[in-house]
């Protein structure tokens, strides 16, 4: 199974390092990364080209909005799966090889979903989004 990687990104600077970093670190490695620039005026995608080489694939897209960006990776992507990680959040390093593993158990699985924490400056906000919706 080929795992594509499509972060989305505008103007994100130094917080679109720290999503690549955990991309990139996972015990179950993606097979490619896409960031895909929404037409940032930070350089941005210069940033991410000079640090990450050819380990990112960097797509310079004119300015819409983070749906058009996640749309032009998804096009671009040659992965089997897609996982989608916005510039500003962060994986754990077991991320993708845990969702790998439930979707070798079950193949009939179409799409899937993990919970989040939010967290600022160190501190968590809120141990799970998803406990808006049903108990985890």
């Not at 940033?47 to 694939?57: D, I, K, L, P």
């Not at 077991?94 to 158990?105: F, S, T």
Request: charged share 30%; with cysteine.
């Amino acid at each position: 199974m080929r795992v594509s990687v499509v972060v989305p990104t505008w103007n994100a600077g130094p917080r679109v390092e720290r999503a690549l970093d955990d991309a990139l670190a996972q015990s179950r490695p993606a097979d490619e990364i896409l960031v895909c620039d929404d037409g940032s005026s930070d350089d941005t995608a210069g940033r991410v080209e000079r640090r990450y080489g050819a380990a990112v694939t960097v797509l310079r897209l004119p300015h819409r909005n983070a749906s058009a960006a996640r749309r032009a990776g998804i096009e671009r992507s040659t992965g089997d799966w897609i996982a989608f990680l916005d510039a500003d959040d962060r994986w754990r390093p077991e991320k993708l090889a845990r969702q790998a593993e439930a979707l070798a158990r079950h193949p009939e699985v179409r799409w899937l979903t993990a919970d989040g924490r939010y967290v600022a400056d160190g501190t968590v906000l809120r141990e799970s989004w998803l406990a808006d919706y049903f108990e985890p």
